[in-house]
C-alpha cells in the first residue's frame, strides 16, 4: 500500500516538473508578420536547423508546425519547450491577392482555401498552449482587431503572453505604437531576420515562461 | 449603394453564441456593414473568424471587423466589479462592433481616439479601377 502510495506521489511530481519542462510556446500573430522567421530564428541558435520555408507572399505557413525539445539556456536559467508556428489569422483571404503576388488563378486559389484552413486551425489551437508569443509587424498599424482579438483571447484563457514587435530594421517600423497599443504587455522589439535585439527577446522569454 | 444596418443588443442578447455569430454574417454576407451595439465576448469574436473562414468562396471573401470600446483605465475598482457584473448578467452593451463584408470595406483603421472606415468602389462603368473611400468617425 505505501509502495503504491509513493509510486503515486513519485508520478505526480514527475508529471509536474514534465508539465514544466515540455511547455507548448506558440507563435501566433496576423500574416506576414515575421512568426516563420523567428522559429527559424529560435532553431537556428538553439537547434542549428531552419523550421520553415518563409516568403514575402502572405499566407506561407498553412499548416501547424511543431519543433519538439528546444532548449533555451541563459546563465543558470533553462527552459524545454515545444515550439508551434502557427498560420496567420486575418478576417478575410482573397485569392485575387495571391494573383497580384504573381501566382497562377489556380495555385491562388489552392493557397486561400489552405490559408482559410489555415486561420481555423490557429484559432483551434489556441486552448492548446501553455505560453504565446505574440508577433507583430512593428511597420504595420498595430491597433488592427485581429491582434487585439487573438490577445485578448489569450487574456481570458489566462495563458502568459509576449508581445514582440518585429521588423526593427525597417525605417517604417514604429516600436512605440505597439507598445502603446499595449500597454499591459512586456513589448519586445526585434529584427527576426537580422537577428537585432534577439538576446533581449530570450531573456523575457525567460519572464513570460520560465 | 453602401447599407448600413444598426443591431441593437436586445437582437441579439437572447440568442446562443453560435446564433449571434450566424445572424451577424449572414447580414454580413448580404453585403452590409453591420454596426452592432455593444460587443460579442472574446471567444464569439474569435469564433466569428473561424466562422467567417468556414464560409470564404469565390463571393465571399471575409470580413472587416472592429470594436470601439470605451476607455476604461481611469474607472475605479467599485466601478469596474459594477461594470463587469453587469456585463455577465446583461452582456457587453457598451462601445460599438462594426462588421464588413471584405469586398466593400477595404480597411478599418482604429486608433485610440477615432476610427476610419475605407470602402472600395469599382466605377460602375468604368475600366475595372477601384477607387477607396475614406469616412471618418469618433
Redo the contacts between chains.
Keep these: 500500500m505505501a509502495n503504491i502510495f509513493s509510486k503515486l506521489i513519485n508520478k505526480f511530481f514527475h508529471n509536474l516538473f514534465r508539465k514544466k519542462k515540455h511547455i507548448k510556446l506558440g507563435l501566433y500573430g496576423p500574416p506576414n508578420a515575421g512568426k516563420t522567421t523567428l522559429a527559424n530564428r529560435i532553431c537556428e541558435d538553439w537547434l542549428g536547423e531552419s523550421m520553415g520555408k518563409v516568403s514575402n507572399i502572405a499566407h506561407e505557413t498553412r499548416e501547424i508546425q511543431i519543433k519538439e525539445q528546444v532548449n533555451i539556456k541563459s546563465g543558470s536559467k533553462e527552459i524545454s519547450f515545444n515550439l508551434v508556428d502557427t498560420p496567420g489569422i486575418a478576417t478575410k483571404i482573397d485569392y485575387e491577392e495571391f494573383m497580384k503576388s504573381g501566382l497562377n488563378e489556380k495555385n491562388a486559389k489552392k493557397r486561400a482555401k489552405e490559408a482559410t484552413k489555415g486561420v481555423i486551425d490557429s484559432i483551434k489551437w489556441l486552448d492548446e498552449m501553455d505560453a504565446v508569443v505574440v508577433v507583430l509587424d512593428s511597420t504595420i498599424d498595430p491597433y488592427s482587431q485581429v491582434n487585439i482579438t487573438i490577445i485578448g483571447n489569450l487574456e481570458a484563457r489566462k495563458i502568459p503572453v509576449l508581445v514582440v514587435a518585429n521588423k526593427i530594421d525597417l525605417k517604417k517600423s514604429n516600436l512605440k505604437k505597439v507598445e502603446a497599443a499595449f500597454p499591459q504587455y512586456h513589448v519586445v522589439g526585434i529584427s527576426a531576420k537580422n537577428g537585432d535585439n534577439i538576446d533581449d527577446f530570450y531573456e523575457s522569454l525567460f519572464r513570460v515562461v520560465a | 449603394m453602401l447599407t448600413l444596418q444598426f443591431i441593437p443588443y436586445t437582437e441579439i442578447e437572447s440568442l446562443s453564441s453560435v446564433g449571434r455569430i450566424r445572424k451577424l454574417l449572414n447580414i454580413a454576407k448580404e453585403n452590409k456593414i453591420v454596426l452592432l451595439e455593444g460587443r460579442l465576448k ?2 464569439e ?2 469564433e466569428l ?2 466562422a ?3 464560409e ?1 468562396n ?1 463571393d465571399f ?7 470601439i470600446y470605451p476607455e476604461k483605465k481611469e474607472n475605479s475598482i467599485m466601478k469596474r466589479v459594477r461594470g463587469n457584473l453587469a456585463n455577465m448578467l446583461l452582456g457587453d452593451r457598451q462601445g460599438l462592433t462594426i462588421i464588413g463584408p ?1 469586398s466593400i470595406v477595404h480597411e ?5 481616439d477615432k476610427i476610419q472606415l475605407f470602402t472600395e468602389e469599382t466605377y460602375p462603368e468604368g475600366n475595372g479601377k477601384s477607387r477607396k473611400k475614406r469616412r471618418n468617425g469618433s
Excluded at chain 2, 108 to 112: F, G, V, Y
Design positions: 472574446k471567444e469574436e474569435t473568424i473561424k467567417t473562414m468556414e470564404i469565390k471573401k471575409g470580413i472587416e471587423l472592429s470594436v471584405a478599418i483603421k482604429k486608433d485610440p
